[in-house]
């Protein structure tokens, strides 16, 4: 067991018709003008926009907005909202959608905070942020967890980087859940976001060790409720309990929580999806379901006792002769699980082909933007990662 | 399920050596003038406290200090440190101690912010807090929780009333638990502490409905950690991987996690301890053991389901051949269990033996603190809780 720092402050208000507050908690956060930001036009079409903006008007709120924040949320549009929040001199930045829309208005508000420097400095790990501007959200997908999380990803659209920063400077102060809100969501995207969920925690499951006996409790129970209820919302999209489970497994799959006490954890699956991200602009949680399989087969031996307690405890399969039976089941099961919920489990299902060059170009961007190595169950080299991504193929 | 807030922005900073931080911290949270507030002599013997004002000095911040705070933790002494903290122009304030010192802090830091209104009407349910100043604790027994939660409770030792006050303006800026501090605890504290740790996450379990499924998942992970880690402790008190998932537990299940989603839980074993620990002082952890399997007998019936699920998921017990039966084998599997750990499971076993005349004053009594009535598995009136006193002797 290591030694952990534990803090999620974000106030999660959280059911049916609570987007109606943010009026209210707007104010109370010391909100007079806020920079609405959102996505594609869902939040439009369906009258969402229309009724945030009521609601900061009838609480006397001033408000600017700014929508067509893209999944793989781009460098551009950051730099756009940034200038957009100093023309209008904007004090409190709100999302309205998924974590794409979050991460952009996170990015906007280190841009805002510190606005003599240049944000994607904070990306390319040149310096830290010192100041934020609070932000809030109003989700809409259940995915990413940044509604509670200290993580960003922008997508420098130029050069095809795809770079986290992470920074509890930039924890929201607020994160209003509907799960209402996520029921038009399309099944695809909605089993992308599940499997991101899961991998948010899954990253601080298998590790070389640390973890506590109550953090793989608690990792292991959200981890059996999210493969429950996605099967649920594959066949039953509108289901509020299923949306709500999934939809407050995401914030606690991310906060922390489930990584109290290890080492740290191994986010090798993320890593190299980033890059598959920032070439193909695939959808997030598929390209996670695409990679997770050949990571894991080509990790499982060095991390064997975390493997195999996951098969029995999370999968729920029947032992092996050996563990490495019985942790090469766990990955099974894993995999017949993804194609239940019409998850790819390699690059092929994913739709994407790179050639050996691409791999190359993937595995080297990989390389320097983990500074050598990453991982934990495994720690990956360069030529690691240009492997999983051919037995990915 | 129920909508539900959810808001715990602690920051825990965990683990061994953590208490040498201090001095940084606060600072960090501007603190100028501390007022360090702690129990008996077992926090001046460890050098704990030598350490504390140590690195508080080197940090170059101010304080004075206050000890004395009792198991039940009386109204005179938040009066003597509301005067003291006037007196001292102090600005934060830090508990070295467990539950009953940082509840004193909390009514202390009340006070304080509120110097011309009297801290008792909080508890009396005639006012509510408009200002707190800010608190910390380093945690020496793991038990109450109130390192990240929004209680305290106090006893009005004139009276004999103990009366809790809940409000998240007064959740602590930050923790710093190293369980190594709480491996000289005696073990009927201990174990005191763990009966109380479950008992929070129990009274948010046993409810009519609305708990979702993740949070029965966390919820069931904790109680199965406790029980296994309590009864380690009970043989082997300073194995500090136990001291460590005890500690985290106690946090974890009193911070709001673990009834995400439910009614607002059955706070009723509290509240008839409550009653106990104003007439006799006894210790509260084993009057919530002393209580809980009458309640758990006088209630069971009414909420059968969620008594099966327990019985099942956290005790493990086969199930029998009716509902009823499997609920009752999961309260004698409890007993049990607190037998193993040496909780009294009446109040004989807890050594105390109230009069038919004292049992109608503690229901009467309990009633009032309650309004009237008390409960969710089932609702209780001044005639029930008379009942449960009884059936408890």
Redesign the interface.
């Known amino acids: ?9 974000t ?8 987007e109606d507050q943010i009026g209210t908690l707007a104010q109370e956060y010391g909100a007079t003008k806020v920079l609405i930001h959102y996505g594609g036009g869902s939040v439009v079409r369906s009258g969402l926009l229309d009724r945030v903006k009521a609601a900061l008007d009838a609480a006397g709120v001033a408000h600017v907005e700014l929508g067509g924040v893209v999944p793989n949320p781009h460098l551009a549009k950051v730099r756009e909202g940034i200038a957009l929040g100093q023309r209008e001199g904007v004090d409190f930045l709100l999302a309205v959608g998924g974590g794409s829309v979050i991460d952009s208005v996170k990015a906007i508000s280190y841009g805002l905070a510190e606005p003599d420097k240049d944000v994607w400095e904070l990306f390319e790990g040149q310096r830290e942020a010192e100041r934020f501007l609070p932000i809030a959200s109003i989700l809409t997908i259940a995915a990413a967890g940044s509604e509670t999380s200290n993580s960003c990803v922008i997508t420098n659209e130029r050069t095809g980087e795809k770079r986290a920063y992470d920074d509890d400077i930039s924890r929201p102060k607020f994160a209003i859940m509907n799960p209402e809100l996520s029921m038009t969501l399309p099944d695809y995207q909605t089993q992308a976001g599940c499997t991101d969920i899961m991998m948010h925690t899954m990253e601080r499951y298998f590790t070389q060790g640390g973890n ?3 953090t793989d ?2 990792a ?3 981890l ?2 999210v493969i ?2 996605a099967q649920v919302l594959h066949h039953d999209p509108e289901n ?2 299923a949306r ?2 999934i939809m ?2 995401g914030s ?1 799959a991310h906060n922390g ?1 489930t990584g ?2 290890n080492d740290g954890g191994d986010f090798a699956s993320h890593m190299l999806e980033h890059e598959l991200g920032g070439m193909f602009d695939v959808t997030h949680g598929a390209g996670l379901a695409a990679v997770w399989p050949s990571w894991a087969r080509y990790v499982y031996r060095d991390c064997l006792p975390r493997f195999v307690r996951y098969a029995t405890n999370v999968m729920g399969v029947a032992p092996g002769a050996t563990d490495e039976e019985t942790a090469l089941r766990g990955i099974e099961a894993m995999e017949d699980f993804y194609h239940r919920i019409g998850m790819p489990i390699n690059l092929r299902e994913l739709g994407i082909q790179p050639t050996e060059e691409q791999i190359l170009a993937l595995a080297e961007s990989c390389a320097r933007a983990t500074g050598g190595s990453q991982g934990s169950a495994k720690v990956l080299y360069q030529e690691d990662m240009a492997a999983i991504f051919r037995l990915a193929l």
């Open positions: 067991m290591f030694n952990f720092n534990y803090y999620s402050p106030k999660v208000i959280f059911g049916r018709g609570t506590m006996e109550i409790a608690l292991e129970g959200l059996r409720t429950k209820y509020y309990e709500a489970e407050w497994a606690l929580l109290c006490g």
